[in-house]
């Protein structure tokens, strides 16, 4: 049986992170933690904040869902016109957050964003429930619409209009993959003592450092 959340948290808190139980290369790091995350039992595990920013140099943050990873790096998807899109067009450089509160654990992930193939974006979009497939043809990402209704409206458009067969891959939708330089791993500890390492991209692999709370 699983570790609850409260159980996985008060170990973590007591236990800490040393230099010598990390794994070498940040991606095995990561897939320990995200597999307890996942086995924890708490909502949307995948779920993680993207922050970008426009040509004036603001910042803006959103949550959405990590559906790949690798050793080349996170998959989200996304419509190509939304404001996150423009914006990582205009400065492809990224910072994921994997906010485990109730883990106390964050990994936060630092890199630049690039378009994944159509192929790679159609084999997804294809597992995709239909309502959702739908949803990525009617919604204008980010741009102002004047009601619920009009929304609903395009979305019954969407519905007629690929009633008869499979729902193709809009060329306005697909996936960016985060290729990190550096991830930290940021582990709670009691007194505000956390433990923090940082992986950076080095030429033959990955230098780790921990960092001060």
């Known amino acids: 049986m699983s570790a609850t959340p409260e159980q996985i948290r008060v170990q973590g808190m007591a236990q800490g992170l040393a230099r010598e139980s990390l794994a070498a290369d940040p991606f095995s790091q990561f897939e320990q933690w995200y597999q307890v995350a996942v086995g924890s039992g708490i909502p949307e595990p995948n779920a993680m904040t993207v922050s970008t920013v426009d040509g004036e140099g603001q910042p803006s943050s959103r949550t959405v869902l990590m559906k790949l990873y690798d050793q080349r790096g ?23 957050l994997f906010p485990w509160v109730a883990l106390a654990r964050q990994v936060g992930i630092s890199g630049r964003a690039e378009r994944i193939s159509a192929a790679e974006s159609f084999r ?15 919604s204008p990402q980010s741009q102002v ?6 929304l609903e409206a395009k979305v019954e458009e969407m ?3 690929f009633r008869d067969g499979k729902i193709p891959l809009p060329e306005f ?24 390492f940082l992986y950076r991209r080095a030429e033959t692999g990955w230098d780790i450092e921990r960092l001060a709370p």
């Open 124 to 138: 997804y979009f294809t597992s995709r429930a239909r309502g959702s497939q739908i949803g990525a043809w009617a």
């Open 173 to 196: 939708w697909g996936g960016y993959r985060v290729v990190p330089d550096s991830i930290e791993f940021w582990q709670g500890r009691d007194c505000r003592l956390h433990d923090r």
């Open 145 to 150: 619409i004047r009601s619920r209704a009009m």
């Open 74 to 96: 996170f998959v989200f998807f996304t419509n190509y016109a939304s404001r996150k899109s423009r914006q990582i067009e205009g400065n492809p450089r990224v910072y994921l």
């Open 159 to 161: 519905r007629q209009r």
